[in-house]
């Protein structure tokens, strides 16, 4: 229930900002913008003329990542997907439930990882299965067009790059390989590109850019897409969305996996438990058998976790209460200071600095994996 205090506090401020520009000069800016209506009605043009749509969505908001122009498409359309994608940074047991529920209500639906080849090719192959049910009375002589469409930063682009590159090296096609521009920032896209991936029969996926509904939505959506990364930091101090992970954090189960790292200057032990995040260097330090000496990524990351950890198990107070929650919150985001190496000299900035770097490893799925939508009650 902190947690929900939390988001609603981060959520608040954002749609005060948002109506606030609204009313100013520069008139809405902020949320939807003139560019996003010239795209949204060019994507829905499009939409009667392709073969097949895929609703991207994010898998960690399943809900909340929809978009408004696939409202009617939601329910049980034959060539609409809905792709949970970066199910990687989702938790997998809330994920597999996401999927039954999908499922029961006759949607088409499937969790992917656009960093993963194995996750990309079984998504090829259900895009290929499903255009082919959709022109089942034809040769293979025929070209499909598969539309990516979703709100911003769910990872349309990094699909469609994924796509064209798998699909490309199946059909054994020379050729240089175009690339879609992906980035942490959401709104990178500009415009409708199309990309080959497969032949025999032809398939393009065209990727579009962001869209997101004209109207402002609530408070609780407001706040998950801006921790998520759907809508950009600068929308309020990125401390205020750190507290709001910090919450969620604090209220899950996530910290009990990191109790072994509790053991502070066990260096065999932080060898042995990064398997997860080693990077190539981080692997090969591990295969001389070395104890690397330098403060890398890797090692900050078992810093960060056992801080959590420590922080939620020795507090005394119930984080249930939004008072002993902040306090808590307090607490870690001084802790914090030292895991990330972040100089004290002035509080603010220094907070600023953690908040920076604790969202980072969120959104990089290295403090924990979230599902942060709730299963709707009314399932058939
Ligand atoms: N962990 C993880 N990150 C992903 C995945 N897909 C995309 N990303 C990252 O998410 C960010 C956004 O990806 P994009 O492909 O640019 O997203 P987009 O939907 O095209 O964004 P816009 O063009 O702004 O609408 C990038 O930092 C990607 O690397 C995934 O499956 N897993
Ligand atoms: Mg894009």
Redesign the pocket.
Known sequence: MAALHFGRRVGRAVKERIVRRKSSVLQGRLWHDPFMSAASCAIAERIPFVDLIVH?TDARIPLSSQCHLLRDYYQTSSNHIIAL?????ASRSALQAWMDYFREMNCISCE????NKDSIRQFLSLIQRQVGKLRSDQDNKYTATVMLI?I????????ANALHQVGRIRAAEKGKLKH??????????KDIRSYKIASHPNIYVL?T??VLSPEVPDVDILSKLLLT?AIGDNMVEKKEIAQYFLAIHNSSEQYKKWAKLSSKDDDSFFLNSTAECLTTSGLQMKQKNQIPTDHTQDRVVQDVRRTLYETVTTFNGNIRSEVEMEALIVRQFTALQEAFHVSTECEEDAHDKVAGKLLNLFR??RVGHYILDNLPRNIP
């Open positions: 991207v994608n970066k199910a990687d940074l992917v990882n656009a960093h979703g911003p930063n769910v990872g349309k682009s990094a699909l879609a521009t992906v980035s942490p920032e959401p709104g990178e896209t990727d850019p962001a990364g990089t799925g």
